[in-house]
């Protein structure tokens, strides 16, 4: 069960049901690897170009390599995850996880109280 929770969520504990994830990749890349959802798609120019890009539009990669201890998920090229333009763009700047940024923000707002 443990490796298990690596790789699949549980049963409605998906981000994707909010709404605010999506798994995004190329499909001729994703077909021409018998329709796996693979890290390596990273190497691709349209992959590289989406995971830089993506805080333009509000988006997050949500697995990050340097991400793995703090989320607990190993890394996923391929899912990203709406925060807003704001918070994207801080994030990628200081390198954080969802988990990281929001522990963060609580921090703030309990020094500010």
């Given amino acids: 069960m443990k490796l298990t929770k690596e790789f699949v969520a549980m049963p409605r504990a998906s981000e994707h049901q909010t709404g605010l994830a999506a798994d995004i990749m190329n499909t001729k890349w994703y077909n021409d690897n018998d329709n796996q959802l693979l890290s390596k798609s990273d190497q691709t120019d349209g992959q590289k170009w989406l995971i830089t890009h993506a805080p333009d539009y509000g988006f997050v990669l949500r697995f990050t390599k340097a991400g793995e ?30 988990e990281q940024y929001i522990s963060l923000l609580k921090s703030r707002e309990k020094a500010a109280k």
């Fill in 69 to 98: 201890a703090s989320t607990g998920i190993t890394y996923e090229s391929w899912y990203f995850r709406y925060v807003g333009k704001k918070s994207a763009a801080f994030m990628t700047k200081h390198n954080l996880t969802l």
